[in-house]
């Protein structure tokens, strides 16, 4: 299976996507690790290029038979749409998850105080969060809200949302 996540930067995407690849086992590709290698290795990130990296890593694992978490902001449809469309290339079944965080406040203070975990990384600032191009999603998606939540609370929420999901796909 394919979990495509999508979010802004400090909604608690990360943190979600992390812990179920951890808990399901799951290879786990995280947008910002790849853009931020192709930067440190001298390259230029100014458009698809960490998206396309992760599409063909996702591609590999999936033959692989792994199940893939791909967490990444996924601002636009088409980006979504890419992500469907390397799952059913495989005729493998995905679940879209979008992460948000309702309360502004709160999201501006995870953004603005947020423990970084890639060495070097440097986060978009609050102002760039909110000037970001983020389409509306016109799909079916869980949808999980992190605003006044704990993590644990949120990876929970999560945990029963995608075992619905599953057993309604009847998976």
């Known amino acids: ?26 290879a786990y590709l995280r947008v910002d690790v790849v853009e931020h290698a192709i930067r ?18 996702a591609s590999h694992n999936l033959r692989l038979g792994l199940d893939v978490v791909a967490d990444t902001v996924n601002p636009l449809r088409e980006t979504r749409q890419a992500w469907r469309d ?3 290339s495989f005729d493998i079944p995905f679940l879209e998850i979008e992460v ?20 070097g990384f440097t986060p978009p600032t609050w102002a760039e969060v909110q000037a970001r191009h ?3 999603w016109d ?21 029963e949302r995608v075992e619905r999901a599953r057993r309604q796909r009847g998976g």
């Open 1 to 26: 299976m394919l979990y495509i996540f999508g979010g802004l930067p400090g909604a608690g995407k990360s943190t979600l996507s992390a812990a179920l690849a951890r808990e399901i086992r799951a």
């Open 100 to 119: 948000i965080c309702s309360d502004v406040e709160e999201h501006k203070q995870r953004v603005e105080t947020r423990v970084i975990d890639i060495p």
């Open 134 to 136: 983020y389409e509306h």
């Open 139 to 159: 799909r079916e998606r869980i949808v999980i809200d992190t605003a006044r939540h704990t993590p644990d609370e949120s990876i929970a929420m999560l945990r």
């Open 40 to 57: 440190a290795a001298g390259g230029a990130v100014n458009g698809p290029e960490g998206y396309v990296v992760c599409y063909g890593l």
């Open 86 to 88: 390397v799952a059913q």
